[in-house]
C-alpha cells in the first residue's frame, strides 16, 4: 500500500507561481513512477507530468512544457511540480499519482485526494 498526500496548492494570479508537494508514504520502495493529473470543472482528468524512480526521465503535457517542472527527492519519499507563468487555463484539482511495481500494466494505481489550484484573470 502507498499513501499520497499533496499539498501546496491555492490561489494566486496569472503570471504568478505555485509549487505543488506529494509526500508517499506506506510502501515506497514499490514506487516505480510518480506523476500529477488535473481535473477542471466539466472536463476529463489529464495528465501533466511525471517522473521515473532515477528522475532522469520526465515527461509533460504539451500544455505546461517550458512552465512546469517535475522533479522528486526519493530520501524523502516526495514528488514535486513547480509551476510557473500560471495561466488561468490551468486552474483544476491537481493529483498525485504512483505508478506502483505492482501494477502489471504500469498503470497509475495509487491516487491522492487532490490539490486545489485556481488561477485568477
Known amino acids: 500500500q502507498v499513501q499520497l498526500l499533496e499539498s501546496g496548492g491555492g490561489l494566486v494570479q496569472a503570471g504568478g507561481s505555485l509549487r505543488l508537494s506529494c509526500a508517499a508514504s506506506?510502501?515506497?520502495?514499490?514506487?516505480?513512477?510518480m506523476g500529477w493529473f488535473r481535473q477542471a470543472p466539466g472536463k476529463e482528468r489529464e495528465f501533466v507530468a511525471g517522473?521515473?524512480?532515477?528522475?532522469?526521465?520526465?515527461y509533460y503535457a504539451d500544455s505546461v512544457k517550458g512552465r512546469f517542472t517535475i522533479s522528486r527527492d526519493n530520501a524523502k519519499n516526495t514528488v514535486y511540480l513547480q509551476m510557473n507563468n500560471l495561466k488561468p487555463e490551468d486552474t483544476a484539482v491537481y493529483y498525485c499519482?504512483?505508478?506502483?511495481?505492482?501494477?502489471?500494466?504500469?498503470?497509475?494505481?495509487?491516487w491522492g485526494q487532490g490539490t486545489q489550484v485556481t488561477v485568477s484573470s
Open positions: 517522473i521515473t524512480w532515477s528522475g532522469s526521465n520526465t
Open positions: 499519482a504512483v505508478v506502483s511495481r505492482a501494477a502489471v500494466h504500469r498503470e497509475y494505481d495509487y
Open positions: 506506506g510502501r515506497t520502495f514499490s514506487t516505480y513512477s
